[in-house]
């Protein structure tokens, strides 16, 4: 009996996902430590790795499920901001709720209850387009290629959706100044950074719990293992198909609203121009693979955080674009060992 | 009335036809091994039963029912299941998970099946939550048949239960496939391994290039000398 209870003992120390996942996160922290980085900068990165972690992981999952690569996701997240922004700015006042400010935050209260609305419309849009679009590819099996051409096509088009309606200028939320904490260590932070935070650490707990817990997630990373083995165990793949991109969808319209939020700004190319750091960050982890993206989402966003005390912030996206061909030429399945790009 | 009757199937990939109008039948609690030459169409006759490949022309019924155009998530609700030869497993799921997957189609997590499934595996039973990717091939083999299990299903689809197994662990695969059986499940094997297929076989079919060849009992195969020495490699 006793070597038995060894040996689970010694597995429960094993090496997991979720160990490796908190080991990579210290080690981005620490980095802050060191006597050459500013501990704000680092701390500016995990914010922005909080952004682009909710982006990736719908990313990771919609290539575990389908596939292909959804290059239209950046514009899901500026769809997100915008409708998020037609709510606080149309809707809402029209049954007299207004207003920004609230507590600690420039953002008023009605931002909150956009953000789950901007949540179901980019969700149920989404599924919309997979059934019009993508489902008729894959039933002509066509292959990886030419979804993600046409999701370069959705992109695009979705774009130009947001210029019509809401114009090209830059546009914000209603907001009002609010004071930045002071922290040890030389470290400012933003309440409205603190909320993002908040928010990313809850969708992602709850999207862990979604799919180790519930049947519908464990069904979604059968299917992703294996689709014909799912098929023929009798899993339903086209709902777990329609919950792929729902909750895909949604985490980036989380994300948009979030960006909106932290860069006080909207504009129709802000999710185009985020795609880099978003890929960047699911291919260092492993595309496929959630803990991957996450655990590259902050590596990315500390990265490139960090390398403005050096470097011109316009470069962001360069660093990211830099850490992808390098972890693409050293370690093509990344961190985590995903899947190879097709 | 036969449990599953298969008339005249022909289905293929793309533009290449497999099956030529090939007709297998099992009956309520029976033992089926279809032997056959690599290639003869063994692996694509299951796939055609499951939905997995587009039956051409032909039909497929199961209870008396045309399955021929049917979702395999449809055919697995009416009890028919299946385990392929390779990738039988959801290796990133653990034991236990690749277990309720196999239950999908009813909701809720049985957990009686699962212990069910247990005894009759008791290697699964050791550690529920590891990983079905790190399993040795033995104990795979025994998850994917589990797994196929989990519904109770009338008739259960083998394709190549011993494949890339140890003699020993071969051994055990055949008498857990025959306790199975005689619990009243039906079964279709496709089995490489053909003369201990034959020997536990109610009837035996031999395939050649699509073809139904020959039908027999499956002890009177194993005694028909052409059949040693074309397919037994006597």
């Known amino acids: 009996m006793l070597p038995m209870k060894n040996m689970t003992r010694r597995i429960g120390l094993a090496w997991t996902p979720a160990l490796t996942t ?25 914010i922005l790795g909080s952004i682009i972690a909710l982006g990736a992981i719908g990313i990771t999952l919609i290539y575990g499920i389908l596939n292909f690569a959804n290059v239209a996701h950046g514009d899901y997240m500026t769809m997100g901001a915008y409708v998020a922004l037609f709510m606080v700015e149309e809707a809402l006042p029209r049954v007299g709720i207004e207003g920004q400010g609230l507590g600690p935050f420039t953002f008023g209260y009605p931002v909150l209850l956009a953000l789950p609305v901007a949540v179901a419309v980019v969700a149920i849009g989404a599924i919309a387009l997979d059934a019009v679009i993508y489902r008729r590819l894959r039933d002509r099996r066509v292959n990886a290629v030419v979804l993600a051409m046409m999701s370069l096509g959705v992109a695009i ?186 | 009335m036969a449990l599953l009757e298969a008339s005249e199937v022909v289905a293929g990939y793309g533009e290449t036809e497999i099956l030529h109008g090939v007709s297998v039948a099992v009956n309520e609690g029976e033992v089926v091994t279809i032997i056959g030459p690599n290639g003869c169409g063994k692996s694509t006759l299951m796939k055609a039963v499951v939905g997995l490949v587009r039956v051409r022309t032909g039909r497929v019924t199961f209870k008396g029912v045309d399955i021929s155009a049917q979702s395999p998530e449809r055919i697995v609700r009416s009890g028919l299941c299946y385990v392929p030869q390779s990738a039988n497993v959801f290796p990133s799921l653990s034991i236990r998970e690749n277990l309720e997957m196999g239950a999908f189609v009813r909701s809720g997590s049985h957990p009686d099946r699962i212990e069910e499934m247990f005894e009759l595996f008791p290697d699964l039973a050791l550690r529920p939550g590891r990983k079905a990717g790190s399993l ?92 040693g020495r074309l397919y037994l490699g006597a």
């Open chain 1, 22 to 46: 908190a080991v990579i996160v210290a080690a981005a922290a620490a980095a802050g430590l060191l006597p050459f980085v500013k501990m704000g900068l680092v701390v500016n990165g995990f």
């Open chain 1, 157 to 342: 088009a979705l774009r130009g959706l947001v210029q019509i309606i809401w114009s090209g200028g830059t546009q914000h939320y209603p907001r009002e100044s609010r004071q930045v904490y002071h922290l040890p260590m030389d470290v400012r932070i933003a309440p409205d950074s603190i909320f993002i935070a908040v928010v990313t650490v809850i969708l992602v707990a709850a999207v862990y719990l979604l799919l180790t817990r519930t049947r519908m997630g464990k069904a979604m990373r059968a299917t992703a293992d294996n689709p014909d083995l799912a098929l023929v165990s009798g899993i339903d793949t086209q709902s777990v198909i329609r919950w792929t991109w729902a909750i895909g969808a949604g985490l980036a319209a989380t994300a948009g609203v979030l960006l909106a939020v932290s860069q006080a700004q909207l504009l129709p190319i802000m999710g185009w121009k985020f795609l880099i750091p978003l890929f960047a960050a699911v291919t260092l982890g492993g595309i496929g693979n959630p803990y991957g993206a996450l655990v590259g989402a902050f590596i990315i966003g500390v990265s490139a955080e960090v390398s403005t005390q050096w470097l011109n912030p316009s470069y962001k996206p360069a660093v990211a674009f830099a850490i992808m061909i390098v972890m693409l030429l050293v370690r093509p399945r990344g961190i985590f060992g995903g899947a190879e790009y097709r």
């Open chain 2, 136 to 227: 040795s091939g033995g104990q795979r083999q025994m998850l994917a048949i589990a797994r196929a299990l989990m519904l109770d299903p009338a008739l259960l689809l083998l394709d190549e239960p011993s494949a890339g197994l140890s003699p020993a662990i071969m051994g055990m695969v055949f008498d857990r496939i025959q306790s199975i059986n005689s619990a009243g499940v039906a079964l279709l094997l496709v089995e490489q391994n053909a003369r201990e297929a034959l020997r536990m076989s109610h009837r035996g079919y031999i395939l050649v290039s699509g073809r139904n060849r020959l039908e027999d009992r499956g002890p009177a195969l194993l005694d028909n000398p052409e059949v």
